[in-house]
Structure formats: C-alpha cells, structure tokens
C-alpha cells in the first residue's frame, strides 16, 4: 500500500542525523519566497466531478494553504478539460481518476472535494470519513433523509471535518436584501418584530427558483457517449436507459438524483432562515404544498410549499405564479415586517441594531478547522438540519400531500409512503457502502 506523505515525513524525522529541520522563515529565504509554506503544512485536495462547479473558478484552484492534486469524473471528456486547465492554471499534472474510490483511498489525498450530482453524495462522504479524509460537500448535502444521517455517523465515528458548501449563512448579501446575514439575525433575537414569524423565500426578495429543472416525460432511449461510464454515473440510481436529459447539466430534473430547483436551490436558501430563526437543532413539524401532481420519474413544478415548526414560525416557499405578486415582506411577525433592501417599519431599525450585541462569531475558514480540528460554521450537523427540511418538502412534493414530521425520531407521522422516501433502495454494491 503507497505509504501516507505525511507518515512518511514523521517516520523521517525519527532518524537522528539524517535530516535538519530549518524554521520556516529560513526555508523561505532559501527559496527566495517569504511566504514559504513547508509540505507537511499544506493541505491537498482532490476533486470528485469536474464537469461543473468542481471545474469552476471558485473551486478549481491551488494555493500556498491547500494543493489540486487529483481529480476524477465518469466522462472522460470532462476529466480531460480538467487536466488540461490544471497543467494550463497551475502548471503540474494533477492525478487522473476514474474511479472515485481510488481518488478518496489516495494517499496523498487530504480533502475530498464532492462535486458530484447529489445522489452520490452520501456514498462518497461516508467512505471518504470512513478513508480517513475530511470532506468538502456540494449542495444538497444528500437527496434522502437517511443519507445526511449515514454521514453524521460517519463524520463522528471517524472523527473528521465536514464543510458544506453553501454559505449564505456567514457572508454574501442574498434575497436581494441588500445585506449580509447578522443584522437579520440581530433583529430576530432582539425579538422587536415579534414571535412567530414568517419568513418568504420568493421573486419578490431577489430569488427565482428555478422551475426549468424539470425532468421530461417518456424519454426515448438513446446510445452511451464512448467516453461517459453511464453505469458508474448511475450508480447507486434505480437503472434507466440512458438519455441525455438524465445527466450533466440536466440531471436535477428526475427524482433518482435530485429534486428539481428545490434539491437544487432549496438548501442556499433554507440554510440561513433556520439560522435566524435560530432553527439549527431543530426541523418543522408540518409541510404542505400547493403543486400539480408530480411524475414518477420526472420532477414537475410547484406553486407554494409551506413548512410550520412547532412553535409556529413559517418558512414559505413562493414558486410559479408568485413573480409578479409585488411587494411582500420577506420577514414578517406580530410587531415588524422586513422588506427588500432591508426596509423595516421598525423605525431607527439600524440605530437599534447598533446598540445590540453581534452574533457568537463562527468559524468559517474549513482550511483552518481542518488544521485545527474545528467545526465549521456549517458542518455536518447544521447541514444534515437544513437538507432535511429540504428533503421534507421533496417527500410532500413527490407525494403531493400535507405531511406531519417528528424532530425526535426524525420520522413522518402516520404516513408510511413518507417514511419509504427516508431510507431509499440502492443498486448493489452500492448500498455496502453505507453500513456503518
């Protein structure tokens, strides 16, 4: 078995006089570089699926803190594009992988990065934890309930860092609110706009979903591109005949994969509301939806889902037929209302702000946590929270009725269609992977 890069170092320096071990700063003078960092101290990290958001500019990079050194993906055009830009970006030879198990079993492998359509999600990041690796997860953390819980286990058994990559929650401005997440999060805890409140996920405050995320109807079988490994693409993924439509770009419109702008979207946008509401330990206790029947196989679009918590705080997704509705309050309560732009009728409101303590500061560099052994600000527990309500409404969706879910057992109640929908089948070997 190739041996470890950094087992290899300590095991080195054990041999008295064999090396001498030079402070950094005169490493880097040695170098002619200041900013010298030692190979034992920077991280590496290897991408699983570079067709997409794996090869884009915010993820396809190398710097002085954390090394590209694999990549790995079924369409050999894609992992081609991905060689050619690291050689090109970086000016070395990344390490090309078919399989995504032998970049995750790589020894010099320090983060798995999974990019992949999210029904390998789950699959990927257990073994991963199970490898030894800490794990760099795209949105949606997983497409099932019982998926982000396989990973909590993993993640915790294992004793590794998990990030997942949707970040809302720490920075950015979004819903066209014009401002990041603390002032929202100030004004919630404050309690000046009352309790409940009801938060308005919709166009109206800067957010389209994405309803062309639909799959088709009666797809008509088609021959296998030479370089797509469409069994190992499908995976874990009930078998039907390959179509375009099902993968790359267009995958998210069929239920074995994801669930439509919902699977898509759902969890950038969820994520920050249970954070402000301060939701992150807990899920809602009803979903109800407002959309025509869905397809088995392809995902269709919908007009509204609503999620209550037991305290009686709303979410409210506004989807088709909403765009044009005017303006509606993104945060509404008994007391207050926050509209786009962050007009409040609280008069003074960012006076009042300023006079209120901030937010407990979080931890939102994953390089560092990584070397520190530190959660992330949105970690495997927080992001198994907020994909399961995103999963939630996937169930009531799918099965286009109201559904009562219990935070506890983390179960439907009542509803034995739903609870199937937690726990789905999976093509062999696959399920294997998922024993813990």
Partial sequence: MAQNRRDFIKKAGLGIGLFTILPREVMGKLNGNTNYVAPSDQLTRGIIGVGGIGRSKYHFMSDEKCRLVAVCDVDQNHL????????KQFGTNLQPYHDWRDLVHDPNVDIVHIATPPHWHGIMAVEAARSGKDIFCEKPMTRTIGESQKI????????????????FRFKDTFYGLGTTVEPLKKLVDSGLLGWPLTVRISGATGFAWKFFWTGKENLVPQPIPKELDYDMWLGPAPYKPYNPHRVHQTFRGYWDYDSGGLGDMGQHYIDPVQYILG???????????????????????????????????????EGEGFESKGKVPYIEGPKGKVYKGFECTIPNVMDVLSELPD????????????????????????GHHSCTVVNIGAAALRLGRTLHFDPKTERFIGDDA???????PMRAPWADYMKL
């Fill in 418 to 424: 739903a609870n199937l929908l937690i726990n789905q």
């Fill in 279 to 317: 939701k992150d330990d807990t899920f809602p206790v009803k979903v109800e939806v407002d959309a025509p029947q869905q397809h088995s196989d392809a995902v269709g679009t919908w007009r509204s889902i609503t999620y209550t918590y037991e305290d009686g705080c709303k979410i409210i997704l």
């Fill in 359 to 382: 937010p407990a500061p979080r931890h939102t560099d994953f390089l560092e946590c990584v070397k520190n052994r530190q959660h992330f600000a949105l970690d495997e527990i927080i």
């Fill in 80 to 87: 081609n594009l991905a060689l050619e830009k690291g050689k």
């Fill in 152 to 167: 909590l286990k993993a993640v915790h058994d294992y004793g590794r860092m998990f990030r997942l990559d949707t970040w």
